[in-house]
């Protein structure tokens, strides 16, 4: 998953980049709260009968107040389907919303706190964090509970969580948080170059998963990988093993984007556990991380993070046999 802000000139690609400060103090957060507040007394206005009609409405008069943010997160309208699954992502919102709107008005007020602890942890490990990093805090149509991109009209890189699908799949906001913001942050440390390899999508979303449980010491593997089958498949030497040996065999063969779908996403990956890259990408972190400085770990590139990985993967393949 790639997630600099990226702008094509004919057949280049430009990377920008940007200077850090020595400190940084806060997040530019955006939180879409009363929006959301005036969105729902529009549909409670009506009768019953005419609840779906108003739902779309008074959707569209939200949207059309964040277009761009909205175009660029939630709905690619590059893709020639993306008004039928726009239809369809707004149907599962409306059926939904009964349920889930009160843990959504709960996160939209608790995630001002939320995020300025989180950054405030997050700076006494990276005091070089970039400050006042865009956050949006938003309904996302269903699209998303986590995501990073570029801010649109902007050459940085933002971080967007969708109030509606955390408050479906009961997200942890403070775990969730920590994970995706590292990712805003490593993302200025990296090169194009970096995305070449399998190595990095474990190197990365390991990573990620290995710095929200530091930021937050007290949680659970099953907690920070949210999901507890996942953490349970991967505390098995044996399963740990076996699935090592696969990845490992996937980057001596250059696998590509159909690999990466299988070991990271939950709605594309065939095998199961879906999702395991990432408790895979968290062992391989942890080892690193025992004998090398998170801010040295955080500077590295293809030649440095690919030799780490493809070195603890051999490590980990071979530790049941060794048993």
């Known amino acids: 998953m790639k997630h600099f802000c990226r702008f094509k000139v004919g057949f280049a690609v430009l990377v920008v980049s940007w200077a850090l400060p020595v400190f940084a103090q806060t997040a530019d957060l955006n939180n879409l709260r009363s929006d959301f507040i005036e969105f729902l007394k529009q549909v409670d206005a009506v009768p019953s009968e005419r609840y779906a009609d108003q739902f779309y409405k008074s959707w569209d008069v939200l949207e059309s107040k964040h277009q761009e943010i909205l175009d660029a997160v939630s709905f690619d309208k590059d893709d020639p389907q993306w008004k039928a699954k726009r239809q ?18 709960e996160l939209f007020e608790k995630a001002d706190v939320v995020v300025q602890n989180a950054v405030d942890r997050f700076v006494k490990y990276f005091p070089d964090l970039q400050d006042r990093i865009p956050v949006y805090i938003m309904p996302s149509a269903f699209s998303f509970n986590g995501r990073v991109t570029c801010v649109p009209n902007s050459n940085r890189a933002g971080l967007f969580l969708g109030v509606d699908f955390i408050a479906y799949r009961n997200d942890n906001l403070t775990l969730l948080f920590s994970h995706e913001f590292f990712h805003v942050y490593h993302s200025s440390k990296l090169e194009d170059s970096d995305y070449e390899s399998l190595a990095f999508p474990l190197w990365e979303e390991g990573f990620a998963t290995y710095m929200s449980g530091i930021m937050n010491p007290s949680a659970t593997d099953s907690e920070i990988l949210m999901d507890e089958d996942l953490a349970k498949f991967c505390s098995n030497p044996g399963n740990l093993a076996r699935i090592a040996g696969e990845y490992l065999k996937l980057l001596n063969d250059n696998a590509g984007e159909e690999a990466y779908a299988d070991w990271f996403s939950a709605s594309s990956g065939t095998t199961k556990p879906t999702r395991r890259g990432y408790c895979l990408g968290l062992k391989v972190i942890r080892a690193v991380a025992a004998k090398t400085p998170l801010t040295e770990m955080i500077n590295w590139h293809l030649p440095q993070f690919d030799a780490q990985v493809r070195r603890e993967l051999v490590s980990l393949s071979t530790q049941e046999t060794v048993k």
């Open 88 to 105: 369809k992502k707004l149907l599962k919102l409306l059926e939904t919303l009964p349920q889930i709107r009160k843990p959504m008005i």
